[in-house]
């Protein structure tokens, strides 16, 4: 059974919590990301994403490109581990909410993995562990939406 260690991305962008918001938008911009991991020299501090720099422009009466990534970035960060099943990692994003999970053991970062990376995955492998089709329930149309 393939693990989250098997489709992760392992060289993770990163950034220290010192960095600028436009240090920020200029990383996701050059490495087309929507999000990094906030790091102190090995230590996982959080996760910036863009969707918490535009809840903090919308929210804040004062924004500045000089604001800090520590100042807007999401403390709360969701992990799994590299031996994690992809199934697991897929049930913790739906259950959370969220986009994507660190990969870590023994509190260090060795990757990361999105929802779209899990996305690319079943649609060249199927859902791990499921055979045969599942039909859209509200359409006519018998032919298949997924194939698992």
Known sequence: ???IQDIMTTSVVTLPPE???REAME???V???SAVPVVAGERVLGLISMTDILNFVVESSHVSRQTAVADVMNYEVFSVAPSSSIRSAAEMMKKRG???V???EDRKLL???SALDIARFVS???LPGKTGVRRDPCCDDPSPWITV
């Open 1 to 3: 059974m393939l693990k």
């Open 19 to 21: 960095a600028t918001l």
């Open 27 to 29: 990383s996701f911009a």
């Open 31 to 33: 490495n087309h990301l």
């Open 98 to 100: 969220i986009h994507r």
């Open 102 to 104: 660190l990969v870590m």
């Open 111 to 113: 990757g990361i993995v």
């Open 124 to 126: 060249d492998n199927g």
